[in-house]
């Protein structure tokens, strides 16, 4: 299978950032990938209000994604944010393209680092699994990749690739922690981990904005068995690959981690 990872910088305006979709999703499409994932916080960068943007999966952000999906004939994964309750918003997944449909929200919110997501997110309560052309993916967003449990839980439910979509934050020793945690998910899981994040904005010139976590980039494609087959640095850049996710049995025949595991 051959997937893109379109490792893009979004801002505040919905409709620029739509057309940042298009354009990656059409320079994917022409490279002859299947899937294309595009970071956490697509819709609208981390730092601007979300409350106001929020809107369901069948309302016109997300209807434009899938119309860009439903055009070029390929699978999208993109970040956006749905209407939560309390008056806050979930961190989503959206998935769309030919026979695809699903969602997750995101379960882990990032309370962390001086920053409170859980102020204005609501958190997700389920694992969300999906199939493209008979290959099995999971799903996560960012702080998500510090909690082995629901990459394996993705694992047992049949995913072959852990699909990681992030805004990390920035920080001393963060982007060697993301370089570490998505490895480590990889190992623990025993899939192929497709990690994208929003590139870094000052590659492009872009002040920061307060503690919002507003991307270091570092995505990256790592192998069920740590390697990284695709390594990218702070700048905005697509990426393909291709993947063979009938070494996944062959794998857990060599390493049977979720076979061995126990619970305590």
Wanted: proline share 5%.
């Amino acid at each position: 299978m051959r997937l893109a990872v379109a490792q893009i910088i979004t801002g505040a305006d919905l409709a620029a950032n739509l057309e940042l979709i298009r354009d990656y999703a059409t320079r994917a499409k022409a490279a002859g990938a299947e899937l294309v994932v595009f970071p956490e916080a697509a819709m609208r960068a981390f730092g601007n209000s979300l409350k106001d943007i929020a809107e369901p999966l069948d309302g016109p952000w997300a209807a434009a994604v899938r119309s860009i999906a439903q055009e070029l004939d390929i699978t999208v994964v993109a970040g956006m944010f749905t209407p939560g309750d309390g008056g806050r918003v979930r961190n989503t997944l959206l998935v769309t393209g030919p026979g695809v449909e699903t969602s997750y929200d995101k379960i882990h919110l990032f309370d962390a680092f001086g920053f409170a997501e859980s102020d204005t997110v609501d958190a997700g309560t389920a694992p969300v699994t999906f199939e493209v052309n008979g290959t099995t993916f999971g799903l996560a967003t960012c702080y998500d990749v510090r909690f082995p449990a629901l990459f394996t839980a993705n694992a047992k439910a049949g995913a072959q690739v852990n699909i990681v979509c992030a805004s990390w934050g920035a920080g001393e020793g963060k982007a060697e922690q993301w370089d570490l945690l998505v490895r480590a998910r990889a190992l623990d899981s025993t899939t192929f981990v497709v990690a994208c994040g929003q590139g870094d904005p000052a590659s492009v010139g872009i002040g920061s904005a307060g503690k919002a976590p507003t991307g270091v980039g570092h995505s990256a494609v790592i192998s069920p068995l740590g390697a990284a087959l695709v390594a990218l640095g702070g700048e905005p850049e697509l990426a393909v690959v291709d993947i063979d996710p009938a070494v996944i049995a062959e794998v857990r025949g060599q390493l049977p981690v979720l076979a061995n595991a126990r619970t305590f």
